[in-house]
């Protein structure tokens, strides 16, 4: 967990302990201790604890899902390349070395500059340039024998792969949870913690209960903004797959 995300949870703990201590001392007793109230705010809390775990159990499937499909994406994409280096084997000499060049140094600016982009939406001009001059490349490349034809179409369909698993890894660049599910957390988290302040004197137990409940909610939508982006905050995907990629390169 980053300083800041420590910072904000520590804050909301704090709001509430404080809120609750000017709730005891300045709100009347006897309007926290009306029955028709206290039933009221017992009632709705109820409800309010069903909607806000209904909200973050389908707000978590949701960002595990999209980190879960951007990591298949990625690793498609690493095997995609690995097959694609494979497929070059039979191509003529001069057609496979510049080729393979490409797919190396596609494979490092994908690594170097477009995922530090992708953290805050972009993309890498260069990575695509590199990818559209493979395509030019292969589609040029024209052997003197049917055989030498076919092995450059099969390395024009493994280059499509690759193509594919890029595009979708762009694509899942903003998957995201949606603002009407953060704007419903937020809500129902600041009710289910203003419910709980029915609390008659200011005692320990009190404070450490609301305090407690308090740290479980923001470490929980904390937890949750982590895993809003599958490629930025602090949980998301790692391009370890074309790291692989560029290992398995320099022995095939």
């Not at 806000?52 to 990591?71: D, E, M, Q, R, Y």
């Not at 419903?184 to 409940?213: E, F, K, N, Y």
């Not at 470490?219 to 949980?235: E, K, R, Y």
Request: hydrophobic residues 45%.
């Amino acid at each position: 967990m980053s300083l800041a995300s420590i910072t904000l949870v520590a804050c909301c703990v704090g709001a509430s302990i404080l809120f609750l201590v000017l709730m005891v001392r300045y709100v009347p007793q006897r309007w926290r201790e009306g029955s028709g109230l206290k039933d009221g705010v017992e009632h709705f809390s109820t409800l309010n604890r069903t909607l806000f775990s209904f909200i973050l159990a389908l707000s978590i499937v949701s960002a595990g899902t999209s980190l879960s499909k951007a990591g298949d994406e990625v690793s498609n994409e690493g095997a995609s390349l690995v097959n694609l280096y494979w497929a070059t084997r039979p191509l003529p000499e001069a057609s496979r070395t510049e080729v393979r060049d490409l797919t190396r140094r596609y494979t490092v600016t994908v690594i170097d500059e477009e995922w530090p982009a992708m953290a805050t939406g972009g993309t890498s001009a260069r990575a695509q340039e590199l990818y559209d001059t493979l395509r030019r490349v292969l589609q040029d490349t024209s052997g003197d024998s049917k055989q030498e034809q076919t092995f450059a179409r099969d390395s024009l369909l493994a280059l499509r792969d690759v193509g594919d698993a890029r595009r979708a890894r762009m694509l899942a660049v903003s998957q995201e949870v949606p603002n009407y599910l953060w704007i419903g957390l937020i809500l129902s988290g600041i009710l289910l913690v203003a419910a709980a302040l029915q609390i008659q004197d200011l005692t320990w137990p009190g404070i450490v209960g609301i305090g407690g409940l308090a740290l479980l909610v923001s470490g929980v939508l904390t937890m949750l903004s982590a895993m809003n982006h599958p490629f930025s905050g602090g949980i998301h995907v790692e391009p370890d797959a074309l790291r692989f990629a560029l290992g398995r390169f320099s022995v095939i």
